[in-house]
């Protein structure tokens, strides 16, 4: 298991000066007591509770700036959402889109409710792929969510969204956007495809690239 097991760490994430030397010192209080009472439990339920904290940890995050962003205007503040997230906590736009997505899927009922909590216990690495496919207008029936809460890891619930969920087209009447490295934005809707409009990503004023970044993020538009 590595850290991105529990929180989804990008290149581009900025690096974060941390503090481990308080935890490493309770490990070796942990340690100490362990081997003097010869009792290999009193490490392995130290490891059981900080394996649990950390998976509490990513969707603790998702919440936290699922909240912030829905409740953006309230605070008063002129700056861009993602480049306050980016300079203060040091996550990349790109994986605070994730983050939110897969809270917007566990906050607001997008999966059916006797498969909620189950796939909720899944850990960050396995949701933002779900997330991800459901805002991209799939549809995901019974028999691929029993699917998805019995796979055994990452690999498995990619390879359910990739040769189950989207081999089918998208739901009925689903309208998504898509914005292209050209700057071409298409909306798909009934596996057909429209051209919208175009932007201009390729500008180099800062003023042009943090509105097509707030377009892009409040319109739920998908980058290919």
Known sequence: MTNDDLLVIGNLDQPIQTNDDWLMNQIDKVMKQSLEQKDVYIALNAGKTMYAIGKAVGKGLAKLLYEVQKNWERYNINEDYDEIVFDYIGLHKTNVVRYIR????LEENQIPEQYREDIGQRNMRELIPIATTIS????IDDDEW?????????????????????EKPMRKGALALYLDDEGSLWAYQDERRYFV???DVQAK???IKKAIERIVRSAGILQQ
């Open 102 to 105: 897969v809270m917007e899927m």
């Open 136 to 139: 991209q207008g799939y549809e």
């Open 146 to 166: 029993e699917k998805l809460v019995d796979a055994p890891d990452l690999s498995t619930v990619s390879k359910i969204l990739r040769e189950d969920v989207k």
């Open 197 to 199: 409009g175009s932007l």
């Open 205 to 207: 004023e800062e003023t």
